[in-house]
């Protein structure tokens, strides 16, 4: 696989810490004797991505070094730009147990060896400085912050060597795969966009008008831990195909999964999907408005603002599609934004993820301005359980 063409990885070279064949049998049999570690979902999803190289390039989970310059200046500690810690939280009375140069074996929540660390140091983290400084908040009503605040001060930082025998998502395409992919498309230029919700009409906007200027398009969401009320991945996935199958011409897009977890993190995880995507090859990344956003919590064009911020383009190594409000103008008869339409807030159907749940669980149709009614139908079926049951 060569890079020729694509964007190079952060750190020019993708890391790959997955073991397989003999060196894997090698590492079950040792690690039958080692401490253990249980992970969360989202670390053991942190776990996977950076053995595949998605979170080059990381070699493990963050030492304090890294974690400190992450947290207070959105780089690693050589400078590297890198916006949310990656770490691996251990009880205190675990913390106390280990030593410099141990090897711990990971174990997934069903205890199901994952993988295998090596302690570069163990360390205490202000988990409210990282709250404010990351999520810009200490409210524990965000989801990020609730699961930052519960995960405990304590860390573990080193680098990881990762079993490459987990049975996963066929579709879930690591960074050699979806450049492969590209190249043998003959795409050099890509952009991705990254979401956690169903495609509706102002995102097919907004990759239409993105894949008008580069040679393709990954369709990239998010299907790992999620907050309660968002739409199930599945459903999710069964609205892309369905979507892409008729709405997109089949040579320019490629649908993959991106199994990480969600931290609503606002502006520091839209930059961070930003980076990992350009680990994938893709060099252009869309950012809309509320960008990995949840409620009130973030301005409306935070994300493109810290974007600029930590350099652009330039430093961050690739290029960002801003895009401002997007809705439907029955005057337009169409998709439009706050820079093309000139007509009066009542004429315009502002379109969101949130908006989509709250109709689906009153049990409400989705108006076609709002998204394609053969999206529309598989919402509605997956949806009508849950709306009887608020109805009676």
């Known amino acids: 696989m060569t890079?020729?063409?694509?964007?190079?990885?952060?750190?020019?070279?993708?890391?790959?810490r997955r073991v397989d064949g003999e060196a894997a049998a090698d590492l079950r049999r040792r690690a039958a004797a080692l401490p253990v570690l249980r992970l969360r979902d989202a670390e053991a999803a942190d776990l996977a991505l950076i053995g595949n190289g998605a979170y080059s390039p990381l070699t493990g989970f963050l030492g304090q070094a890294d974690h400190d310059a992450v947290v207070e200046h959105a780089t690693l500690a050589g400078g590297t730009?890198?916006?949310?810690?990656?770490?691996?939280?251990?009880?205190?009375?675990?913390?106390r147990t280990l030593r410099e140069g141990a090897e711990v074996a990971l174990?997934?929540?069903?205890?199901?060896?994952?993988?295998?660390?090596?302690?570069?140091?163990?360390?205490?983290r202000d988990l409210l400085r990282e709250a404010r400084e990351v999520y810009r908040t200490t409210d524990e009503d965000h989801p990020g912050v609730r699961a930052l605040l519960t995960t405990?001060?304590?860390?573990?930082?080193?680098?990881?060597?990762?079993?490459?025998?987990?049975?996963?998502?066929?579709?879930?395409?690591?960074?050699?795969?979806t450049r492969a992919a590209f190249t043998e498309r003959g795409w050099q230029s890509v952009v991705a966009f990254q979401t956690r919700n169903p495609v509706h009409r102002a995102h097919e906007y907004l990759t239409k008008v993105a894949l008008e200027q580069?040679?393709?398009?990954?369709?990239?969401?998010?299907?790992?831990?999620?907050?309660?009320?968002?739409?199930?991945?599945?459903?999710?996935?069964?609205?892309?195909?369905?979507?892409?199958?008729?709405?997109y011409p089949a040579d320019r897009v490629l649908l993959a999964t991106f199994p990480a977890a969600m931290r609503y993190a606002g502006p520091r995880e839209a930059v961070f999907h930003g980076l990992v995507r350009r680990n994938h090859g893709c060099s252009h990344f869309i950012i809309?408005?509320?960008?990995?956003?949840?409620?009130?919590?973030?301005?409306?064009?935070?994300a493109q603002h810290l974007y600029d911020e930590l350099g652009g383009a330039e430093r961050l190594g690739f290029s960002a599609f801003k895009f401002e409000h997007t809705f439907h103008c029955t005057a337009c008869e169409?998709?439009?934004?706050?820079?093309?339409?000139?007509?009066?807030?009542?004429?315009?159907?502002?379109?969101?993820?949130?908006?989509?749940r709250e109709l689906l669980a009153a049990g409400a149709d989705l108006p076609r301005a709002f998204t394609r009614p053969e999206v529309a139908r598989i919402l509605r079926a997956a949806h009508a359980p849950a709306a009887v049951a608020n109805a009676s």
């Open 3 to 16: 890079l020729r063409g694509l964007v190079t990885p952060l750190g020019g070279v993708l890391v790959d």
């Open 81 to 95: 730009p890198w916006t949310l810690p990656i770490t691996l939280s251990v009880a205190a009375l675990e913390a």
């Open 107 to 124: 174990h997934d929540r069903r205890g199901r060896l994952r993988g295998v660390l090596t302690v570069s140091d163990m360390f205490t």
């Open 152 to 177: 405990g001060a304590c860390a573990v930082g080193g680098e990881v060597r990762v079993l490459d025998d987990e049975p996963g998502d066929a579709r879930a395409l690591d960074p050699p795969q």
């Open 214 to 247: 580069v040679d393709g398009l990954l369709l990239h969401p998010l299907v790992g831990v999620t907050k309660d009320d968002d739409i199930p991945a599945e459903v999710r996935m069964h609205c892309y195909e369905v979507l892409l199958d008729r709405y």
């Open 288 to 302: 809309g408005r509320d960008a990995a956003g949840v409620g009130s919590h973030y301005g409306t064009y935070d």
């Open 334 to 356: 169409g998709m439009a934004s706050s820079r093309t339409c000139p007509h009066g807030a009542e004429h315009r159907l502002l379109l969101s993820g949130t908006r989509v």
